[in-house]
């Protein structure tokens, strides 16, 4: 089985149908391990977000045994990506046998997990409930505030958000031209997405590869992705930017099915953004290894390396009120 595809057949599935899966109404909040109180990352956010289910708990089929549950009779598992770092010595005797160099620090493998409304004979958690509407765009405003190092932000009579690498800057309409505060949020987390790719911040631009064409769909997937996780974190739900331009999704669809890697490879870089916003990219991260982006992380946390020392007032709720 090959994992990319998988994962990546999934995303299409929805795609084709003219829904973009990382756009939905995620009220629940960012999909959870039962099992280990972690956060799901990267492209794991958008196929469990996706699945349809209102907990945002999820466990293996073992691990529903061993909490004294099971799971219904007829229910499908979600697949889940995670990687497993290889030691120095895994490294070493891997090129001593292939004799290739620069191989890749970790290796992808899947699990199936199903989600806490799937399972009998498990208790709820007390937080898996829906995020209150309150408090939801004061969350937002605080991790635009705690974003190290921010690009200026510029409010004009314009109609189309934009972010200008030439001058470090992002261009909104005013507040008052949008629905609603979660629309401005939404649209501004998406900029700010694409801002993390300055040479001063994560560097992003200097490494696309491809043509215009394909820099392009790849950075606009990485901001969509890296909005997404935001608004995701932040309990914000934006029912107008369900609606997408066909030009959009058909772009998307098109990209998807000439490269099934790249949704995984956005998805981390979008994670990515989304850490460094939210200002819980460790600084040794950014200036010393690069190439331990969050699709190097694991599923839910089990198997990354530690952090170094993170960089300070990070914004980390674990519910958001």
């Not at 937002?140 to 690498?165: G, Q």
Request: charged share 25%.
């Amino acid at each position: 089985m090959n994992i990319y595809q998988t994962v990546t057949d999934r995303i299409l599935k929805q795609l084709e149908t003219g829904v973009a899966p990382w756009r939905r109404t995620w009220e629940t909040g960012i999909p959870k391990s039962l099992t280990t109180g972690r956060e799901y990352r990267g492209v794991n956010i958008l196929v469990l977000s996706s699945a349809g289910y209102s907990s945002r708990y999820w466990v293996t089929y073992r691990e529903a045994q061993r909490l004294g549950g099971y799971v219904r009779k007829g229910e499908r598992a979600t697949p889940v990506i995670f990687w497993k770092w290889r030691t120095p010595e895994d490294l070493k005797q891997l090129a001593e046998k292939t004799g290739r160099q620069n191989l890749a620090p970790c290796v992808a493998f899947t699990s199936a997990v199903f989600n806490l409304n799937q399972v009998e004979g498990v208790a709820q958690p007390d937080d898996d409930v829906p995020n209150r509407a309150n408090g939801r765009l004061d969350v937002a405003d605080r991790m635009v505030t705690v974003m190290p190092d921010k690009p200026r932000i510029l409010h004009t009579a314009s109609r189309e958000p934009s972010y200008s690498p030439r001058i470090d800057a992002i261009t909104l309409p005013h507040l008052s031209q949008f629905e609603s505060g979660a629309e401005y949020y939404a649209a501004l987390f998406h900029e700010l997405a694409h801002s993390t790719g300055h040479p001063k911040r994560l560097n992003r631009f200097s490494e696309l590869e491809g043509d215009r064409v394909e820099r392009y769909s790849f950075e606009e997937l990485v901001a969509e992705f890296g909005a997404a996780f935001l608004c995701s974190f932040a309990g914000i739900n934006s029912l107008s930017t369900e609606a997408l331009q066909a030009s959009y999704i058909d772009g998307w669809t098109k990209a998807l099915k000439s490269d099934n890697r790249l949704i995984v490879r956005a998805a981390s870089a979008g994670q990515r953004a989304a850490d460094y916003i939210r200002g819980k990219l460790p600084a040794q991260d950014i200036t010393e290894r690069p190439e331990l982006t969050a699709e190097s992380a694991s599923a839910a946390g089990t198997g990354t390396p530690s952090a170094p020392t993170p960089l300070p007032t990070p914004l980390s709720l674990p519910q958001v009120v």
